[in-house]
């Protein structure tokens, strides 16, 4: 989703989404308002930013800003999962190969995040599923390297 769908969707959702200076973060969350800072210079980062604290208001309670707290980590991890599926999931690392996508800087452009975003979401990918995953007649490897094999449909009735 591009930083513009994300507002619709914030909208839709009755949130309210405002680009503002912000020291010592990209974004932040209050009930129902999010704050981005305004002098993100494209709006691929910004989409990045908003899904994610887009997570924090679906997932999140309280002050978690003390990521030492164990709570507050997976609480983080939470948020981030879900701007992860928000902005890519496993379909668009699908589509992102279905489309002739062979390397990250090429998957990043097409899923409209920055590289350092695709890698954060593959990195807590793996740590979710493992090695990899089997989704929709692909197999989605983790380890040992990042790649995407499609099935046939005698492979996938095995």
């Known amino acids: 989703m591009t930083y513009e769908e994300l507002l619709i969707d914030a909208d839709d959702a009755g949130i309210v989404v405002k680009e503002k200076k912000l020291n010592g973060s990209d974004g932040r969350v209050w009930n129902n308002r999010v704050a981005i800072r305004?002098?993100?210079p494209t709006s691929i980062?910004?989409?990045?930013?908003?899904a994610e604290e887009l997570g924090h208001y679906y997932?999140?309670?309280?002050d978690i800003t003390r990521l030492g707290n164990t709570e507050s980590q997976k609480q983080e991890r939470k948020a981030r999962l879900y701007g992860y599926n928000l902005k890519i999931?496993?379909?668009?690392?699908?589509?992102?190969?279905k489309h002739g996508c062979r390397n990250r800087y090429e998957m990043a452009d097409f899923l409209d995040v920055t590289e350092e975003y695709l890698t954060e979401a593959i990195s807590c990918y793996k740590s979710k599923y493992g090695k990899y995953v089997l989704f929709d007649?692909?197999?989605i490897y983790f380890e040992p390297y990042f790649g995407v094999l499609e099935l046939k449909s005698a492979e996938v009735s095995k």
């Open 137 to 139: 007649n692909y197999t």
């Open 38 to 40: 305004r002098n993100i």
């Open 59 to 62: 997932t999140s309670s309280g």
């Open 89 to 97: 999931g496993l379909i668009g690392i699908i589509k992102a190969y």
């Open 45 to 50: 980062e910004k989409s990045c930013v908003l």
